[in-house]
């Protein structure tokens, strides 16, 4: 028996997650091919800011066979986010196991490259996320966080449901961690 969270039961739910697409997106699973993307992402300063800072291209490649990984092992992961009606990059996130405190936690993530900030392109991201992981694989609660300075991203997570519920370090710094259970406490 498979503990929520971990792998999607059947090929077709599998399936189900590699390509999602929503009103505004097409969000496809993170692979090889995406790394071009991942590098300009993890190139841009003001992307980069709040999320550790600009990476190389040897870190980037690192975090692309991780997150290619966790796909592997899970079914599940982060995906790439591309407009729907012209195919340009937006953005990644999605779904990833983390340890939070000592914690297992399943973490909805997002990132998206500046020219798509403030349109609500992050909560769209997220509300897929959000979706996925308490409908399809049946987690009864997920993990967000962020700086505690971060101030859009908290207000995304806010929009998608998620309560603040305490101070913790990741990566080595202060973040804030929100959570979302199934049904909303």
Do not use: K
Not at 33 to 39: G, I, Q, Y
Not at 105 to 134: C, K, S
């Amino acid at each position: 028996m498979q503990a929520p969270g971990d792998r999607p039961s059947g090929a077709a739910a599998l399936r189900a997650l590699e390509i999602v697409r929503t009103p505004r997106l097409i969000l496809t699973r993170i692979v090889a091919a995406d790394a071009d993307d991942l590098r300009r992402m993890h190139g841009d300063a003001q992307v980069m800011r709040t999320l550790g800072g600009v990476r190389t291209d040897a870190q980037t490649a690192a975090v692309l066979t991780l997150l290619a990984a966790h796909w592997e092992a899970h079914g599940f992961g982060y995906w790439m986010a591309r407009d729907a009606a012209s195919g340009a990059f937006v953005g990644r996130g999605g779904l990833r196991h983390v340890i939070v405190g000592g914690v297992p936690e399943v973490e909805v993530g997002y990132a998206l490259m500046p020219p798509y900030w403030g349109q609500g392109y992050a909560t769209e991201l997220g509300r897929a996320a959000v979706d996925a992981g308490l409908g399809l694989l049946g987690c009864t609660a997920l993990v967000g966080f962020t700086l505690p300075t971060n101030d859009l991203s908290r207000r995304v997570l806010e929009r998608l449901g998620f309560a603040y519920e305490r101070d913790t370090i990741w990566a080595g710094l202060p973040h804030v961690l929100y959570r979302l259970t199934d049904p909303p406490a």
